[in-house]
């Protein structure tokens, strides 16, 4: 039966040239070879695979990795698995305004770049790449007290951005003072306080890399080099690595913490730094519906449920989890925001739906800095904003500000 598809019965024949050139790839796209890689990226999980490829085995695990069995770094994020949309149908959505106000100023996007120490580690360009992008996009960068960039330098690399100010509380009250001084003078006018790290997590990652700041080339780090060129080659002909704001700490990553950082701090000392900063107040790494309540009662302007991305304690509270029990219990006197597990658009818009004004986004970012830099930066955050748009307008919700309690839930 030549010619016949015995099982259809269809009569079979040669395409013809000009048929075949429609399924040809076309010319390549006068791109670089980053940008081109970039553009490829679909979302954020092809940019850590980017990133994987980029950066030495000791860097990504930094960013990759958290406390002891990882426990609760995999709950946030499939937490996010377990969010079930219903969404409106018959409704207008040719218009999906994703902007949305955050202590008392517009924003972007309900993103907030979270803070993250030793950035420059990622990329060279480290904080004031992340900074600029985040200008662009019209949402707040938070430089961390462990950044190796200054407040200053941030803010003259971005002067037009929102930028904000993360502060461990040190031991030398002094120190923590001249850190805000210094914040303040960079115009940095909201201050992120985080609490959950009276002492040093187990991760485990950095344990078993030997990690110091700066990195250290072992002999199993020199032969990984051989593959991570492009990286080693801007380490080693860039400024040197160094702690902006905490100069002549030890080089291990856990030792670094547990010298510096106070395990003593309490209610108290939040109260004193109230006192001593003038703008809004932030406090990250709430785990517990009592503590929103004690800290709101407080009059702090927001508080991040947050596990410090599962670095800290292992097998703690689940952010999106927590989230609902934490809005329902201080209403309206205090902003609700998550940090943890967020890496897409639809992450934020279940986030926002479950009461959070913003999500705090730190992993994500960082993947596409290692992957790109700062154009790397820029695709996650196309990236995000493409995605909640799309979600918005499936959800039938009009925007940012139509997301609800109605349009979501955890299976």
Same mark, same amino acid.
């Given at each position: 039966m030549s010619g016949i598809d015995a099982t259809s019965g269809d009569p079979r024949r040669l395409p013809r040239w000009r048929e075949l050139r429609a399924f040809m790839p076309g010319r390549p796209r006068p791109l670089a070879s980053r940008a081109r890689r970039l553009a490829a990226a679909s979302?954020? !999980? @092809?940019?850590?695979?980017? !990133?994987?490829?980029?950066?030495? #085995?000791?860097?990504?695990?930094?960013? @990759?990795?958290?406390?002891? /069995?990882?426990?609760?770094?995999? +709950?946030? %994020?499939?937490?996010?698995?377990?969010?079930?949309?219903?969404?409106? %149908?018959?409704?207008d959505v040719a218009e999906a305004p994703t902007s949305v106000e955050v202590l008392g100023r517009r924003i972007g996007m309900p993103v907030v770049l979270a803070p993250t120490g030793f950035t420059r580690m990622m990329h060279r360009e480290g904080e004031r790449a992340?900074?600029?992008?985040?200008? +662009? !996009?019209?949402?707040?960068?938070?430089?961390? &007290?462990?950044?190796t960039t200054t407040a200053a330098d941030v803010a003259a690399?971005?002067? /037009?951005?929102?930028?904000?100010?993360?502060?461990?509380?040190?031991?030398?009250?002094? $120190?923590?003072?001249?850190?805000?001084?210094?914040?303040?003078?960079? /115009?940095? @006018?909201? =201050?992120?306080?985080?609490?959950?790290?009276?002492?040093?997590?187990?991760? =485990?990652?950095?344990?078993?890399?030997?990690? &110091?700041?700066?990195?250290?080339? #072992?002999?199993?780090?020199?032969?990984?080099?051989?593959? $991570?060129?492009?990286?080693?080659?801007?380490?080693?002909t860039s400024e040197p690595l160094r702690f902006a704001t905490v100069e002549g700490a030890p080089d291990d990553?856990?030792?670094?913490?547990? =010298?510096?950082?106070?395990?003593? %701090?309490?209610? #108290? @000392?939040?109260?004193?730094?109230?006192s001593e900063w003038e703008g809004p107040l932030l406090v990250k790494g709430v785990q517990r519906v009592d503590y929103a309540k004690e800290l709101a009662a407080l009059?702090?302007? /927001?508080?991040?449920?947050?596990?410090?991305?599962?670095?800290? =304690?292992?097998?703690?509270?689940?952010?999106?989890?927590?989230?609902?029990e934490v809005v329902a219990a201080v209403g309206d006197r205090t902003e609700v925001f998550l940090d943890g597990g967020v890496r897409c658009g639809a992450d934020v818009a279940a986030a926002v739906a479950l009461g959070a004004r913003a999500c705090f986004v730190g992993r994500a970012y960082l993947y596409g800095l290692m992957a790109g830099g700062e154009p790397g930066v820029d695709r996650v955050l196309q990236l995000l904003h493409g995605e909640l748009v799309r979600t918005l307008q499936l959800l039938g919700v009009g925007g940012v500000g139509g997301l609800d309690a109605d349009v979501v839930r955890l299976r």
């Open positions: 979302d954020v !999980a @092809d940019l850590r695979r980017l !990133a994987l490829r980029r950066a030495p #085995r000791m860097v990504f695990d930094y960013v @990759d990795g958290a406390a002891e /069995g990882e426990v609760s770094l995999a +709950r946030s %994020v499939e937490a996010f698995a377990r969010v079930e949309f219903r969404p409106r %149908v018959l409704r992340v900074a600029r992008a985040a200008a +662009r !996009a019209s949402v707040p960068y938070t430089l961390s &007290t462990m950044g690399a971005a002067p /037009g951005g929102w930028n904000w100010f993360q502060l461990y509380v040190v031991r030398d009250r002094g $120190r923590t003072r001249e850190s805000l001084r210094l914040a303040r003078a960079a /115009g940095m @006018d909201v =201050l992120v306080v985080t609490v959950d790290v009276p002492v040093a997590g187990a991760r =485990l990652r950095d344990v078993r890399h030997g990690m &110091t700041m700066p990195p250290s080339l #072992r002999w199993g780090s020199v032969l990984r080099a051989v593959g $991570r060129p492009a990286w080693w080659f801007d380490f080693l990553l856990a030792g670094i913490t547990n =010298l510096l950082f106070d395990p003593t %701090v309490t209610m #108290r @000392d939040l109260s004193w730094i109230r009059g702090v302007d /927001g508080v991040v449920v947050s596990n410090h991305g599962g670095r800290q =304690l292992d097998r703690s509270p689940t952010p999106l989890e927590l989230l609902p």
